[in-house]
C-alpha cells in the first residue's frame, strides 16, 4: 500500500490520540443519511507523511481517529481495527480505536 495521510497527535492526560486521514481528503465533508463525518483541518492537518509510517504512530497511540482507505486499511492490515468495525459514510471508511491498557 503506498499514498500519503496526514497525521497528528495529540497528548492529553496520558493518553495518546492520532488522528490521521488520506491526503486527499483532508478539509472535505461526507454525509449520509444521519451521519456527517468533516475531515477539518485544524484536526487532522499535522505532517504528510507515507502510508507505511503509519505503523509507528499506531503503535504508540491509545486512542486512534482515521479517515480513509489507506488509514484504515493500514489499520486492519496492522491488526489495530476489525474490518466488520469501520464505518462507511459516502463510500469513505472510518475507524476509531482505543487500546485498553490494564
Not at 15 to 40: I, M, N, P, Q, S
Not at 56 to 65: G, S
Request: aromatic share 8%; proline share 1%.
Amino acid at each position: 500500500m503506498s499514498g500519503k495521510v496526514y497525521i497528528k497527535v495529540y497528548r492529553v492526560q496520558g493518553e495518546v490520540l492520532l488522528a490521521a486521514c488520506d491526503e486527499e481528503l483532508l478539509g472535505k465533508t461526507f454525509r449520509e443519511g444521519e451521519l456527517r463525518l468533516d475531515v477539518k483541518e485544524r484536526f487532522y492537518k499535522g505532517e504528510l507523511v507515507e502510508v507505511d509510517a503509519l505503523a509507528d504512530f499506531l503503535k504508540e497511540a491509545t486512542i486512534a481517529n482515521l479517515v480513509g482507505e489507506r488509514c484504515v486499511g493500514k489499520a486492519i492490515e496492522l491488526g489495530y481495527v476489525d474490518e466488520e468495525r469501520v464505518l462507511r459514510i459516502q463510500g469513505v471508511p472510518h475507524a476509531q480505536m482505543a487500546k485498553m491498557l490494564w
